[in-house]
């Protein structure tokens, strides 16, 4: 769960009327990548203790939502899939689950967390260097597409409702931590700051003044950037694509990325970048990006309103835009 390649780089962007706010980064590692809180403000009182919570939050959200921790909640709801028992869940974990089956609709099952067997199937292919049973997949991703998760009549329980249903929150679990660990900054009295969960980035402004930050997105697969920083606030930021995780088996490449309708991991080289006022948004709009057809993007992204969204291809080494709403101001069949 939530390993990703880091596809955005933040810059600092400070004028004359705020020399008075200094920037002050902490890092560590969570969900597999690094975690990184950078903090404006003109007074350090307390940053120590409030940084330290917010770390805190940032470990508690993933040992409660992580598959690689078998203590988990959602590893003790896999557990029971199929057997009819509601198991008890926290107000994190019951949040992010009502976000996803959100997702889900909106995207017509091509996000779907409930694709934990299949994501399962293809670790052990990257591992072993051997393609995972088609036959099997294309079962479970028969089953998937049905109803696979039941909350219980107060929302506090949760259950799967067969063996084929495992969760896996790879595709929106890093934007949720970091949309939760900026609220939680919020809280403590620092409202100016920037959260980077391996490459998902949520932020408010840098100061009292609104003055917005500059991100810089990376394409995945390529040493190419896009030629201008996007100036940003108050939103998140997610880049989705293939990464270190793809594997080569046989002919063809595979990314880390399912497809939940078919079970089969991507093979195309395309990377995708959403812009939302959320991170939980934006992380699985550019997920959902990298499995949708085009055609399916432009409807989806009509239909949630207040998006952007980039859509690139890297098949030859040379980047080209697929689809833009919104992201970049111009149109072009290369980025250089």
Known sequence: MFKNIIGLIFFFLTYNAHAQFQKYTYETQRMGSPFQITISCADSTGISKAVKRAFQLAAHLESDLSD????SELSHVNRLAGSGTFYPIHEPFRAILKQSLYAQ???QGALNVSVGRPVGLWRQARKLGKMPDL?????LALKIQGTCLEFSAD???VRLLDTACQLDLG?????FVAQRVLEELKTLGFPYALVDAGGKIVMTSQGPTDLPWQVGIEIPASNATLPELLTLKHVAVATSGKTYQSVRLGDQQYSHVIDPRTGMALTHAR???AIAVDGTLADWLATAATVMTLQEIEKLVVKLGNVRLLVLENETGEPKILFNYKLIPYEATRIY
């Open 68 to 71: 690689y921790q078998p203590n």
């Open 105 to 107: 609709k909106f995207t």
């Open 135 to 139: 036959g099997e997949l294309r079962q």
């Open 155 to 157: 929302s506090t329980e």
């Open 171 to 175: 595709s929106l679990g890093k934007g």
């Open 271 to 273: 990377s995708a970048t």
